[in-house]
């Protein structure tokens, strides 16, 4: 019966357009004019105040655009158990605002009771892969619908590392059935600090499984031994060289709902919007992918 | 076996003094010191921007410099025990109250304090505010046993300081002036509707409102409010909860409230 009890979960539903990270401070904008954005994400952790001016405005936004729900705080890839009522926090959410797509991190940001605040990494062997497959399940089970896994941006690895990165997140995609968030700013940003090629990740990444882009900016620093050490600081335009590798991807896998995430310096709206704007360009240009129901009809 | 390693990785993630944990590397080096510092840099850098952001009066006051140290301070010896960062910080009042560093603004931690309560009471539950005509039904005679619901985000804040002015101040609120630090205010948060307000309560009006939240009924809180403070006045003070919105509802004593 487990096809069954698929088939009846919730499954992520975006516009294949691009979205932006919701700011307040853009709230009168994103409602003033008619904006090249079919979406917005929220932090999940933002809106886990019982009301007030986040939910009401969470609401009025949702009635004009879709919404992607994204936890930064749920430590999928911790070897402890997950926090039950941090998971209680999520479904009130869902419940609530009902949004069109859920995500988190291969990451893990809490220890004990002391929580963390950054997407930390972790080893991928056959023992953390079964401990993330366990937390994935129970999240997509308690939500009763499928979540979005996101690919880390990483700063060093770990010697017992025994499966590459992208095969690991296809075993968990695979083996739960969760969708992937592939953040192209993360695959060359782990790319560069692991002296890799993103073009060879991706060509393992499971990209079928792929519901959801981010994009963002990075810093530019350099190791203790002068080699490029790339901080995903999400505090800048996105980088030529990720766009490019977007388009490639986009090229593979036809139009995909495409973020642009600013957390840092956050830009006055019209700037991000033109970022919107230019995924936007590249989605219109992308050939659509057979198995897409819902696809918008190509401008150009 | 990941979890020691994960341990560790957490430890020193908060402590500089302990080395780069035992089983990373990097393609550059065995003992890859620079990149754990981002991880480092990036909890502790992420708890400070959100403390920033959640106390810009308390930094206003000290400066950006003197509130990064001791909100690094604060991070280190208090990390968050929640993964809502929203209510991270609720204690940096109490925090600042033994920082040596502030001790010669004695009414800062007060103004941290304010500030934690203001965020409460924007993310707190909405509710509506009982209207004045629901008073104006209620018989005088029997209005000293009545008991109210205060409104969800109804906070308040008590001071051996002008805490309520020089929040205003450094919030923008109204002009910089002179101040004598040793007038006491309480201070009463309010989000009726979607903004949150900020307000000096009159004589008494503190131990009036706390009495009310413990279940007293209006007589019981106005004799409270009276040995509190002589000048307690209740009939300024009820006026002034009805037109902030500070009540949801009132029950009469007779019914079936504990």
């Known amino acids: ?135 994935v399940d129970q999240v997509q089970t308690a939500l009763d619908r499928e979540i979005l896994l996101e690919n880390p941006s990483t700063y060093l690895q770990f010697a017992d590392s025994t499966i590459p990165e992208a095969q690991f997140l296809s075993e968990i995609a695979r083996r739960t059935g969760c969708g992937l968030l592939l953040d192209v700013n993360n695959v060359f940003v782990q790319a560069r600090n692991h002296g890799t090629s993103p073009e060879g990740y991706l060509s393992d990444f499971p990209l079928a499984r792929v519901k959801q882009i981010h994009l963002a900016g990075h810093d530019v620093q350099s190791d203790e031994t002068g080699a490029p050490l790339l901080i995903d600081a999400h505090g800048s335009p996105v980088a030529a060289a990720v766009w490019r590798l977007y388009e490639r991807v986009i090229t593979v896998t036809g139009p995909l709902p495409t973020l642009i995430e600013w957390d840092n310096d956050v830009p006055d709206f019209a700037t991000l919007a033109d970022e919107a704007r230019a995924a936007g360009r590249i989605l219109a240009r992308a050939p659509q992918r057979q198995a897409a129901s819902h696809v918008r009809p190509d401008p150009g | 076996m990941f979890a020691p390693i994960q341990a560790e990785f957490a430890c020193a993630l908060l402590d500089p003094d302990r080395p780069v944990p035992q089983g990373l590397r990097a393609y550059t080096s065995q003992r890859p010191t620079r990149r754990f510092a981002v991880y480092r840099n990036n909890v502790v850098a992420g708890l400070v921007n959100a403390l920033r952001a959640k106390f810009p009066a308390t930094m206003r006051i000290v400066g950006d410099d003197f509130f990064a140290a001791m909100a690094r301070v604060f991070v280190m010896t208090r990390p968050p025990r929640t993964r809502i960062l929203h209510t991270y910080g609720d204690d940096l009042g109490d925090f600042i109250e033994e920082f040596a560093p502030a001790a010669e603004l004695p009414y800062l931690a007060d103004v941290a304090r304010l500030e934690a309560v203001r965020t409460r009471a924007y993310h707190a539950a909405d509710a509506e505010s009982l209207p004045a005509a629901a008073f104006s039904a209620v018989d005088p005679h029997t209005i000293g046993s009545l008991r109210v619901t205060l409104h969800p985000s109804l906070g308040i804040v008590r001071s051996r300081h002008p805490v309520v002015t020089i929040w205003m101040m450094n919030a923008g609120e109204v002009e910089f002036g002179p101040v004598n630090e040793n007038e006491r205010e309480d201070a009463l948060v309010l989000r009726p509707g979607m903004q949150v307000a900020v307000r000096k309560l009159p004589a008494g009006g503190a131990a009036f409102l706390l009495a009310l939240a413990s279940g007293a009924t209006l007589a019981e809180a106005a004799s409270c409010a009276a040995t509190d403070d002589p000048d307690f006045d209740l009939t300024a003070n009820l006026a002034g909860m009805i037109l902030s919105g500070a009540m949801t509802a009132c029950t009469p004593a007779e019914g079936s409230m504990p």
Not at chain 1, 98 to 117: C, F
């Open chain 1, 1 to 135: 019966m487990q096809n069954d009890l698929s088939m009846m979960r919730r499954v992520t539903s975006l516009p294949q357009a691009a979205g932006i990270g919701f700011k307040p401070q853009h709230f009168d904008d994103l409602l003033a004019t008619d904006q090249p954005i079919g979406f917005i994400e929220v932090h999940a952790e933002n809106y886990m105040g019982a009301g007030g001016p986040p939910h009401a405005m969470l609401s009025a936004l949702h009635e004009r655009f879709a919404l992607s729900v994204h936890g930064v705080a749920m430590s999928i890839g911790s070897m402890q158990p997950l926090d039950r009522d941090h998971l209680a926090c999520l479904k009130i959410l869902c419940d609530r605002h009902q949004p069109e797509s859920v995500s988190e991190h291969l990451a893990w940001s809490s220890h004990g009771d002391v929580y963390l605040n950054d997407l930390l990494p972790l080893p991928y062997t056959e023992e953390t892969l079964e401990q993330v497959i366990a937390h």
